[in-house]
């Protein structure tokens, strides 16, 4: 019996060291997937594809988007531009935002899941290099703010996903509270910290401000 464990113990072992998801520590977010074989530094032009919104709250699809690319450009991994559902190319793309978006062990695919056709497409549509496209999840204003979001970043030039993330943050979360207070200590004179602590959980803007900046923590370069 007890060799039995121990061979079960090394298959575990050999399991977890071959997977390359993150369980972040403070301040990112909680679980995400970074390529290791890609430097994100070499990627070159991004283009930021306003989110997909499954929330019954149209605003907060140009909300997130806008605080999450101006959370990505301060990080300065790579050229950023936005593309907004205003836009006559995010009409034409017709991207399919959820697709390649699982693996067989049910986190996030290798695979982008896009054939040659739609990349090439994206390219001459965008003039990039690599795209990033997502999904509001889910948004909650009341009784507690609940911002969820599905995300990930695709090279153009072989379809692979560079990296990925899903995750809900929920304000009245304990690890939340505390990450929030992390956020503020280390962003804001600790003075005026507290209050802006709780302002964070009644205002929806301040909240979402708090998710892109541990959205922009997750993109490591090498």
């Not at 399991?15 to 369980?23: D, E, P, V």
């Given at each position: 019996m007890n060799n039995l464990k121990t061979v079960l113990a090394l298959l575990l072992?050999?399991?977890?060291?071959?997977?390359?998801?993150?369980?972040a520590s403070e301040p990112l977010a909680d679980y995400y997937y970074l390529n290791p074989d890609k430097n994100l530094a070499a990627i070159g032009r991004t283009t930021l594809v306003e989110l997909d919104n499954d929330s019954?709250?149209?605003?907060?699809?140009?909300?997130?988007?806008?605080?999450l690319f101006q959370a990505l450009q301060k990080k300065q991994v790579f050229g950023l531009t936005v593309v907004r559902q205003s836009d006559p190319r995010w009409r034409s793309l017709q991207l399919d935002l959820d697709s390649g978006s699982q693996t067989q062990n049910g986190a996030f695919g290798v695979p982008s899941a896009y054939n040659l056709e739609q990349l090439s497409a994206m390219q001459k549509t965008l003039k990039c290099d690599a795209v990033l496209v997502g999904t509001i999840t889910?948004?909650?204003?009341y009784p507690h703010l609940v911002v969820g979001l599905r995300l990930k970043l695709v090279d153009l030039e072989d379809g692979q996903l560079l990296w990925?993330?899903?995750q809900i943050w929920d304000s009245a979360d304990k690890t939340t509270e505390y990450r929030i207070k992390n956020?503020?200590?280390?962003?804001?004179?600790?003075?005026l910290a507290p209050l802006h602590e709780q302002l964070m959980v009644v205002s929806s803007l301040k909240f979402i401000k708090f998710i892109a900046y541990e959205v922009a923590e997750t993109l490591q370069t090498r």
């Open positions: 072992l050999g399991f977890l060291s071959g997977c390359q998801f993150y369980a019954g709250y149209p605003q907060v699809s140009a909300d997130v988007t806008e605080l889910k948004y909650q204003p990925a993330l899903e956020y503020f200590q280390s962003q804001i004179h600790s003075a």
